[in-house]
């Protein structure tokens, strides 16, 4: 029951929200961040029972024979739900301010459709088979195409064609056809420990099918199918930042490392050599977005490409195939997103209070928003995974496992990346605390408003006690390969 | 009420048939349609009855007036033909609910009895072509309909109808002729005009010249009726300058009916019997069918004019339904029957659409409705719906023919991948032409004088149930799967 409630809170707060704006904004706002809450409370309500080892399930009905529209809770989702919606709470306390601040139009259409999208993800977590997954996958994307257009402008309607055009074109092109093949060779797509593909699928075209998976699944942005997420930046940033640092992105790696876990099973996998190519696609595109990211001037452009960077880390230490790897894989998802939702707020909190979008205008500013650039230091340096941050931690287990593995490659390419992430990351931190502001340059401004503040500041609290305090995490994602008890 | 089961396939015919000229005599518009409404309705009903009734794989058999068969008219309901029924019934009924706003714009009030008689003679051949085992019935009811369906059309407000009905008359009356001389020439050699007689009979004389020429005309002839790419050119302006209810109507039904015949008469006649034919089945139709499903899906990505936007596309719609039954499997006939279903539940919902938009809309091209989702909220979301239903979004029925589509083809041998690889291509340019729309109604800036309001209730009432359809039967799929199931094994099963 609790898993439906999960579904049907946000579906249900996205028709409270659309009532209530008819009497007050106010009210509407009231409206969301109940929603939120109550729906983090119900998912977090699900954690004790998967800690101790329950897998709840329910099959809600059969679409056609053989086809169940399902849901089952296992620790990889559940993480992924708990993750979502307790930082919906956050990102929408930081909405309420960022979208009054900007004076921004359709908020209602705003709030509404970020509650849909958040039932999308819901439903992506806890979905148990691959067509159920498929089914709010796509929902997810056309769910979020009304937020990234936003503003309606020419430009905004080049980005968000661009936007949905690379999503739908890889899912319906290359997804589909992926899940229709497993369930025409397995005669089901349920997600099982261990994978459902051996003996069914073997040799070059195992690699093929894991190759349908990998760019089919477009939200994890694998180069070359990355472009959607810099054309995703041109929505409101509190939509940056939860949708696409956390909910849409997370989404595919999440189902990417699901589908490596529970239909191919990490053993098949590693013992079929024509999969190995996708650990050098994903640090071919780690290594090539952080230097694209080096040369961008735009702030939440450059962020865009540092996204793409590291969903890649955890496509490849999914495709590592060693369990300590795959934990890795889990944790980066949690730590990324501390990191990487704090660096948007604050880019937020820098456009809301000077209206500034581009790196070179940043110098000094650290003075005029102290908090806003302290928050976006932590982020930064969870980015680079400098301790005492979240960032360190998974790169700490990913590591772990390409040493596991003896993979060298995985090694050389996470310290390079280390390397290029200071690189990009760290001028931008030293301008804006130690940069002298150019004269007249811009209009007087201190920090955002209180409401962005609070936001960014709790996200970027989370950056540094996800470092101190990962254990139940960790201890969740390790029952994935050894059940509750190891 | 047993007594009246027994004669369930006779009263599909009759009770349109009949209700026709009392819709007549009635002379009073509203009266009319409710006559007219509650006839299509007592005939869905009836469809519904037959359809549950033949669901365990039975056939019902019915002889009129008594006389066995092949002397007297058979009539014979299987799976195969209560599916049909449903899709045919089920939209004129939809069609119906809303029309009466739709129809005041198109028609004088005083023709408004003689078009709905039309339309109940045009419901009637269609249900009599579903119904009968005959193949002579067939041609017979093929022209009740037909006919009547040039007058729906020619009652088009735009005097470009009337040059659209013409090339329709002509092209149609050629199809219809065509399949006639196939079905003399069978007779000829046979003696009989039941279709299950026949293909018994047909057996002794199999290899013979004049069977072959037969079935050569008949594919053709039936082919040309159901807009068989090339063979189409008829359709895109028959269903643009119709009135729209019209074209909500035909659209979902008109081509597929023939489809049906073509399918029955080939899988029960000609496949068993000839030999080779499943090889010069699938070669006609298989490059046919990709050729419409690319160049419709491309012409229609380009075109202007909203309606022929949607009739092209269901000329690349009907691509996927032959594409189905060129490959000559029950998987492919599965996903052939599924998508004649589900392709009739988004494409009458999309032409509802136009019709609400019609209603304050002199002229349906593109750029008229720029930002009109600010004053009809209602008829664009409809329409979002219904365009994601026929792109095959996951959760949509157009989704579920997809799915039955490319496990066919997957499962077809070498070629497979190559056709998933056009499947998906189409589909894509579909989220082209159906997101076009969308863009533009949605984000750029309405026309300030043009005063525009959303569309009557009773219209959006029976748009937004066949968008509630496209979603039901894309979540629960069991009842159209089931029957597409059986009626395709039906059909393979001829084969042995």
Known sequence: MTILASLAIPLAGALAIMLAARISDNLRETMTLITSVALAWNVWSLLPAIMAGDRPEIILFEVIPGIEIGFAIEPLGMLFAALASALWIVNSVYSIGYMRGNNEKKQTRFYVFFAFSLAATIGIAFAANLFTLFLFYEALTLLTYPLVSHKGDEKTLRSARVYLGVLLTTSIGLLLPAIIWTYLVAGNGDFTPGGILAGHVEGPALGL???????????????????????AMVAPTPVSALLHAVAVVKAGVFTVTKVIVYIFGIEHLFSTPSSGWLLYVAAFTIIAASLVALRQTNIKRLLAYSTVAQLSYVIMAAAILKPLAEIGASIHMVAHAFGKITLFFAAGAIYTASKKTEIGQLAGIGRRMPWTMTAFTIGALSMIGVPPTGGFVSKWFILAGAFQADNYVAIFTIITSTVLNAAYFLPIVFIAWFGRETEGAGPDHGEAPLPIIIALTTTAALTILFFLFNGPVIALEAQIFGGPSS | MSALQAHLPALQVIVPMLTAPLVILVKERRLCWAATLLASFCSLAIAISLCIDVLNGDSIRYLMGSWPAPWGIELRVDTFSALLLLIVNGSSSLALIGATASLD????????????????????????????????????FMEISALASYVLISAGPNRRALPAVFKYLIMGTIGATFYLIGVGLIYLMTGTLNIADMALRI??????????????????????????????????????????????????????????????????????NLSGHDFQFSYFLLPMSLLAILIASTVAMFEPNLKRLLAWSSVAQIGYITLGASLVSVAGLTASLLHMFNHALAKGALFLVIACLGISLSHLRIDNIAGIAKQMPWTMAAFVLAGLSLIGVPGTAGFISKWYLITATLEAGSWGPALVAIIIISSLMAVVYIWRIVEIAYFQPADEQAVVSEAPFFLLLSTWIAVALNFYFGLSAALPVELADSAARLLMGQMR
């Open chain 1, 209 to 231: 099918l894991l190759g349908l998976f990998v760019f089919g699944i477009g939200k994890a942005a694998v180069m070359p199918v990355h472009r959607w997420l810099p054309a």
């Open chain 2, 105 to 140: 714009r198109d028609i004088e009030s005083s023709r408004q009895p003689l078009f709905y008689a039309a339309w109940l003679l045009a419901l009637a051949g269609l249900n009599g072509i579903l119904v009968t085992a005959d193949a002579f019935n067939i041609f017979v």
């Open chain 2, 203 to 272: 057996q002794d004389v199999a290899d013979q010249k004049a069977i072959l020429v037969a079935a050569g005309f008949i594919t053709i002839g039936l082919a040309l009726k159901a807009a068989v790419f090339p063979m189409h050119i008829w359709l895109p302006n028959a269903y643009t300058y119709a009135p729209n209810m019209v074209t909500v109507f035909l659209a979902a039904c008109a081509t597929k009916v023939s489809l049906y015949i073509l399918l029955r008469i080939d899988f029960f006649v000609f496949q068993p």
